[in-house]
C-alpha cells in the first residue's frame, strides 16, 4: 500500500526559505511521477510542480505552476523514494497546506506559512 508522509513545513518571514520532504513506502517510484500540490486558506487544492519520470536512464522532467516558477525547485532521490520541493523568495500568497502526490495518493499534508 503507498503511503506518502510530508514533512519540513513551518512558519517563516517573507522572503526565507522551506524545503519539503515527501517520503514515499509501499513499491518502487522510480518510474512514476511525483508532485506537489498545494491548498491555501479558503482556496481549492492547486498544482506547484512535478517531476515526470520520461524514459530510461532514468529521466526526468520538471514543470512547476507560474505563480512558482523561479522560485521553487522540484527534485527526486530515488534511493530514498523521496520528492523534494525547496522553496526560496517565499511570498505570503505561498500559504497553504503542501501535500505531496504520487499514483493518485496524498500525504497528510503540512503547513507552509508566510509571513509579511
Known amino acids: 500500500q503507498v503511503q506518502l508522509v510530508e514533512s519540513g513545513g513551518g512558519l517563516v518571514q517573507a522572503g526565507g526559505s522551506l524545503t519539503l520532504s515527501c517520503a514515499a513506502s509501499?513499491?518502487?517510484?522510480?518510474?512514476?511521477?511525483m508532485a506537489w500540490f498545494r491548498r491555501p486558506p479558503g482556496k481549492e487544492r492547486e498544482f506547484v510542480a512535478v517531476?515526470?519520470?520520461?524514459?530510461?536512464?532514468?529521466?526526468?522532467?520538471?514543470h512547476y505552476a507560474d505563480s512558482v516558477k523561479g522560485r521553487f525547485t522540484i527534485s527526486r532521490d530515488n534511493d530514498k523514494n523521496t520528492v523534494y520541493l525547496q522553496m526560496n523568495g517565499l511570498k505570503p500568497e505561498d500559504t497553504a497546506i503542501y501535500y505531496c502526490?504520487?499514483?493518485?495518493?496524498w500525504g497528510q499534508g503540512t503547513q507552509v506559512t508566510v509571513s509579511s
Open positions: 517531476v515526470n519520470w520520461v524514459g530510461d536512464s532514468p529521466q526526468y522532467s520538471t
Open positions: 502526490n504520487v499514483l493518485a495518493r
Open positions: 509501499g513499491r518502487t517510484f522510480s518510474n512514476y511521477a
